[in-house]
């Protein structure tokens, strides 16, 4: 799911934000240095009707104008309008040749934030998700690939027909791999 999604870029008028995996465990960092949040870029390609079309979900190494610009090279199609909360790092995606689009929340609530209720609304059901479905998690090796399924998924809503046929041929397109770099989370088809 991880290959597939790499492939994809999204445009168009674009909400984005940042976002952790993971929380601060017994006896150690506490907040965004906890050593068990994984920092990842969620972003949502919306329709001209204002709709979700596509998202990404991408681990960075963390929120600098260097990650994102990389982030923005590789996931961004050139001439999007990408809204943001207001984080300094997101000015970088005009690397990628993108407009970016401030709105400063100063503390706001999400619910008093329409402008980025789909964003808002991905991250929710992302997290409900991963609640439901991962009872222990290892986000530091495995978060790629969490954040990958739910995008999967998510990306082919409007056909789900064909979704495991889909992943049938994801899944046999991929060479073959030990059991070791399976556990390990080091396969890339």
């Known amino acids: 799911m991880a290959a597939r999604e790499e492939r994809y870029v999204i445009g168009g008028s674009v909400q984005v934000d940042d976002a952790y995996l993971g929380g601060e465990r017994s006896g150690g960092k506490a907040g965004r240095g906890s050593e068990n949040k994984v920092p990842f870029v969620a972003a949502v390609s919306l329709s001209d009707g204002g709709h979700p079309l596509r998202i990404k979900l991408t681990p960075v190494s963390g929120f600098s104008l260097k990650a994102i610009a990389q982030w923005a090279q590789s996931s961004l199609a050139h001439g999007s309008t990408v809204y943001s909360d207001g984080l300094v790092c997101f000015t970088a995606v005009t690397t990628a040749g993108c407009v970016h689009q401030p709105t400063v929340v100063a503390g706001r609530k999400p619910k008093d934030l329409p402008e980025f209720q789909w964003i808002n609304t991905v991250l929710g059901n992302l997290k409900t998700s991963l609640s439901g479905s991962y009872h222990a998690f ?52």
């Open 138 to 189: 290892d986000f530091r090796r495995y978060a790629a690939q969490y954040l990958a399924a739910f995008a999967y998924r998510f990306n082919r809503r409007f056909d789900l027909s064909t979704l495991h046929a889909r992943l049938i041929v994801a899944a046999a397109n991929c060479g073959p791999h030990t059991q070791r770099s399976i556990r390990t989370a080091e396969v890339h088809c």
